[in-house]
């Protein structure tokens, strides 16, 4: 293979290009030839494609999504063993085509369509189709076609992740042409986006990755960066122009913290890949699928210990073990990325991941005509995973009710399309604390009528305890004339004929029958109670008040959700097929899909009346447990709720204790005070009490003073950041929290 040290070679140029056409041809030629096989059926006469007759704005994505064919097509043409290898008749169709197109690129597109599908996505393109067909083109074509790549992108440029996509255009194309020069100038200037950042695009201390300025995209961007930087990292290692300094030691540190906790078993945790969820060609699963491929070429570039890890993680994150490689799954505990406004909770049997907004971080992106319905997706939602892959592939975005979308609460019904794209709301307190996997998380929110929304607000406080969450919501108020509903859930069900959901262990059916597929129609009822329309969308939905508990069967019997509920709330269940158009989603050229898919749903709210004043809500979730679990839990809760009101949200179970403190006069709860806003952690073990804490706001400039009810003989380990006011007869420590930037700070006591 090409890959060993080549360092002290001779034609060092050479070599490289051995390596990258091994990158791109890959081991195996069978999904090259099916792919290129069915591009060569479709061609037509006149070397082009029929469904690419697009308009005069969509030439330039028209233009790339036929050098993205052509690719594929000198992909078989170049592999080793594909029945397209070496053919004559495939070269003559590539060279004539792309010929043809380097003259609509070179010409008349420098001021049509997306700047990056000029300077990135075609060139990336056409470097790779240069390398493929290295030992077919004359000089005098590479050097044609690199002119025009050279026009469109003479030098890095943008930030982050464009910024590395520019600087390995340059890169490949330097490659081509045996140019050090510009080969090391393509190097300096794609590595600025290796370093961290305090602001705008890039990658942050704490392991968050944002894309322009204010969207979480670890799974999109960021994912994007890391595929650039391993591309090159890996064709450059052991060479004379091998990358090393402190820029890349900070990527490949933010892959272990940043990009590693989204990894889940074959795929990539949906609210860190922002637009991408509308895109019917970018899955969750292949997001994993490329995350998989960056490790893999990582790992060719890194120490022993690095490469094997890297490998492990990329078989986990393609879904299935390669070559004997042993999937390894992500580290279990919980993890704040507090510069995104999100969190991962991952254990054995299932991983959650929150999605908030707050003045820092806007609710969703949605531009170039996609995502248009992703309103709540980083509202207060959650995202719950389970062994089964991604709940939110096969579809889900475009059949799925984006006006209720789990954890968020909202006014039913739909706002107009891209209501609210890029907003940042007035609230600053989002965030939380978290030791282990256990975590205290708050959201203060406030969704503006003035942006195309219906307006609500309220807080929310999300208690991440092992494998229970325990969801709190207080102060929510509207005026905005419409049911106030919050979102237990709104599940895809894999097996809708297989999948039974029960309200305190009665099945829901239909009004005066039996279940028809499991799912009713028209009004519905739990055993015999009747059906009341309430809010838009409702009319089919089964009506509980006062529900203890819940379950929805998974579609294996280790998948099931339990949910237990408050006294005293009024809860909806709906089983539902849903039908919708990816075009619905994302009116782009180059992802309009215009198919119509159905998928089946159980959606779970409750209803907080019209125009609610202070309503409140609380429930616990509880993934994997069986009805019989739910129902013992109901029964005798192993959490305590013990506030749920505006000042402070907090619950205890076992040894510890867990707090939103929302302001500054908030009360003593359970023998804990704060006298500032902040999320505490108060975890006992045995002699041992550790007291993490945050600040949400990331804008306290003095320090915090927690009092604890508990003496204690001497403090074991403290933070920097800690001082110890006294010891007893309680516990008096002061946390300055400024320049923390939200993230947790602990002391552990002897007691």
């Known amino acids: 293979m090409a890959w060993d040290a080549i360092r002290?070679?001779?034609?060092?140029?050479?070599?490289?290009?051995?390596?990258?056409?091994?990158?791109?041809?890959?081991?195996?030629?069978?999904?090259?030839?099916?792919v290129a096989g069915r591009l060569l059926g479709e061609i037509t006469p006149d070397g082009r494609w029929s469904d690419l007759a697009l308009t005069s704005r969509e030439r330039t994505i028209g233009l790339r999504i036929d050098y993205e064919r052509l690719r594929s097509i000198a992909r078989a043409y170049a592999t080793p063993g594909s029945r397209y290898e070496h053919d004559d008749s495939v070269r003559d169709l590539l060279l004539s085509n792309l010929d043809q197109l380097h003259e609509t690129y070179r010409g008349n597109i420098r001021r049509s369509g997306n700047w990056w599908d000029r300077e990135v996505g075609i060139p990336l393109q056409l470097t790779a189709i240069s390398m493929l067909l290295y030992d077919d083109l004359d000089a005098d074509r590479l050097e044609r076609w690199m002119a025009a790549v050279r026009a469109h992108t003479p030098a890095p440029k943008y930030t982050a992740a464009n910024r590395a996509w520019t600087g390995r255009v340059v890169v490949e194309r330097a490659l081509l042409l045996d140019d050090e020069e510009a080969l090391a100038a393509g190097l300096r200037g794609m590595t600025p986006a290796f370093r961290p950042t305090t602001s705008g695009d890039g990658i942050y201390a704490d392991g968050s990755f944002l894309q322009h300025a204010v969207h979480p995209y670890s799974g999109g961007y960021g994912l994007s960066l890391l595929?650039?930087?391993?591309?090159?990292?890996?064709?450059?290692?052991?060479?004379?122009?091998?990358?090393?300094?402190?820029?890349?030691?900070?990527l490949l540190s933010w892959v272990d913290d940043g990009l590693v906790p989204w990894l889940h078993a074959g795929a990539v945790l949906a609210p860190v890949r922002g637009r991408n969820i509308a895109r019917a060609s970018v899955r969750d699963h292949d997001a994993g699928q490329t995350a998989a491929s960056a490790l893999r070429l990582l790992a060719r570039a890194a120490d022993d210990d690095r490469a094997r890890r890297w490998t492990g993680l990329a078989a986990y994150a393609s879904g299935a073990a390669g070559?004997?490689?042993e999937p390894l799954a992500p580290p279990q505990g919980t993890r704040i990325f507090p510069a995104m406004d999100r969190v991962v909770h991952r254990r054995p049997a299932f991983t959650i991941a929150l999605a908030m907004s707050s003045a820092r971080i806007a609710g969703y992106e949605s531009i170039g005509a996609e995502n248009l319905r992703g309103w709540y997706t980083g509202s207060g939602a959650y995202y719950l995973y389970d062994a089964n892959g991604s709940p939110y592939d096969d579809h889900f975005w475009p059949t799925v009710d984006a006006a209720r979308i789990p954890g968020t609460t909202v006014a039913a019904g739909a706002p107009a399309d891209s209501a609210g794209a890029g907003f940042r709301g007035d609230k600053r307190w989002v965030g939380g604390v978290a030791l282990g996997s256990r975590a205290a998380v708050g959201m203060a929110f406030r969704h503006p009528a003035d942006k195309g929304m219906r307006e609500v607000s309220g807080k929310?406080?999300?208690f991440l305890l092992d494998d229970e969450i325990v969801a709190l919501g207080t102060g929510i108020g509207s005026a905005s004339g419409r049911v106030v509903e919050t979102v237990v859930d709104n599940r895809r069900l894999q097996d809708p004929?297989?999948?039974?959901l029960v309200v305190d262990g009665r099945p829901v059916v239909p009004a005066g029958g039996a279940p028809v597929d499991g799912r009713p129609t028209g009004g519905g009822s739990v055993d015999g109670v009747g059906a009341d329309g309430g809010s838009a969308g409702s009319e089919a939905a089964v009506l509980a008040d006062d529900a203890g508990w819940a379950h929805l069967s998974g579609p294996t019997e280790d998948t099931g959700i339990g949910y237990v509920f408050r006294p005293g709330q009024r809860l909806r269940l709906l089983r539902e097929r849903?039908?919708?158009r990816w075009a619905d989603i994302n009116r782009s050229a180059a992802h309009r899909d215009p198919a119509v898919r159905s998928n089946d749903f159980a959606t779970l709210w409750l209803e907080h009346g019209v125009n609610p004043v202070d309503a409140r809500y609380g429930y616990a979730i509880l993934p994997g447990a069986t009805p019989a679990e739910v129902a013992a839990y109901a029964a005798a809760p192993r959490t305590e709720v013990l506030a749920n009101g505006p000042d402070v949200q907090a619950v205890r179970r076992d040894g510890t204790l867990a707090m939103n403190v929302w302001t500054a006069t908030a009360p003593e709860t359970a023998g804990v005070s704060c006298d500032r806003p902040a999320s505490i952690l108060l975890v006992r073990d045995g002699t041992r009490l550790t007291v993490a804490v945050a600040d949400p706001t990331q804008r306290l400039e003095h320090g915090l003073r927690i009092t604890v009810a508990q003496p204690a003989k001497r403090l074991v380990e403290g933070d920097g950041r800690v001082t110890v006011d006294r010891l007893g007869p309680g516990i008096s420590l002061t946390v300055d929290a400024n320049g923390a930037r939200g993230e947790t700070i602990t002391a552990t006591f002897e007691v």
Request: aromatic share 6%; no cysteine; glycine share 8%.
């Open 8 to 34: 002290d070679r001779a034609e060092p140029f050479a070599a490289v290009r051995a390596r990258w056409r091994d990158q791109l041809t890959g081991p195996s030629p069978d999904d090259a030839d099916a």
């Open 227 to 250: 595929t650039s930087a391993a591309s090159v990292l890996a064709l450059l290692h052991d060479t004379p122009w091998q990358l090393s300094g402190e820029p890349v030691d900070n």
């Open 323 to 325: 070559d004997g490689v």
């Open 460 to 462: 929310k406080s999300w």
């Open 497 to 500: 004929a297989g999948q039974r």
């Open 578 to 580: 849903r039908t919708g």
